[in-house]
């Protein structure tokens, strides 16, 4: 990553979503004044790869000592690369609205944790917090492997520590 600082960066996981991914990334990459990591995880399509070829300015981690995906360790290891204030993890299928952009202007509550509106399952891993938050809980607990649970475990133990969950777009 340069060293200009965004308030906010995008963390996205690809393992064998790379077609998603391809429609996904061009719009995380449109939104002015952000970052986005995203963490190849062993992608038999070589997602990192295609990211490096045609996104530079992407940072791109490779998760290379996994046959099993999982998605709490993928998520760790992209928000260890972020020095943006603000993270959104978001999955390779998910595309954001143009308003998306406009809400990010918006005065942040520090102990917010933003998920997007409405809240649905399609949509459910989709989260924006701080970055510092994040890391001093420990991030995701990555003993919930494959993926499904990760966050709603997580979401209890920010909202245990204060924090107060908020819906992005609302």
Not at 133 to 159: P, S
Request: proline residues 5%; charged residues 20%; hydrophobic residues 40%.
């Amino acid at each position: 990553m340069d060293s200009v600082v965004a308030p906010l960066c995008f963390v996205t996981t690809c393992k064998g979503r790379l077609d998603h991914l391809k429609q996904t990334l061009p719009l995380l990459v449109a939104v002015a004044n952000t970052r986005c990591v995203v963490v190849d995880y062993g992608c038999p399509q070589g997602s990192g790869l295609w990211v490096q070829q045609n996104f530079p300015q992407v940072h791109v981690e490779f998760v290379t000592d996994d046959a099993e995906f999982c998605l709490a360790r993928a998520r760790n290891f992209g928000a260890r690369t972020v020095t943006s204030p603000w993270l959104c993890f978001i999955d390779a299928d998910i595309r954001i609205q143009p308003g998306f952009a406009n809400w990010l202007n918006e005065p942040r509550k520090p102990n917010g944790i933003y998920r997007a509106a409405p809240i649905a399952m399609a949509t459910w891993g989709t989260m924006l917090c701080r970055t510092d938050a994040f890391l001093a809980l420990g991030g995701y607990d990555e003993v919930i492997r494959g993926w499904g649970g990760e966050d709603d475990e997580l979401y209890l133990r920010m909202r245990n520590a204060g924090a107060v969950e908020l819906e992005i777009g609302r």
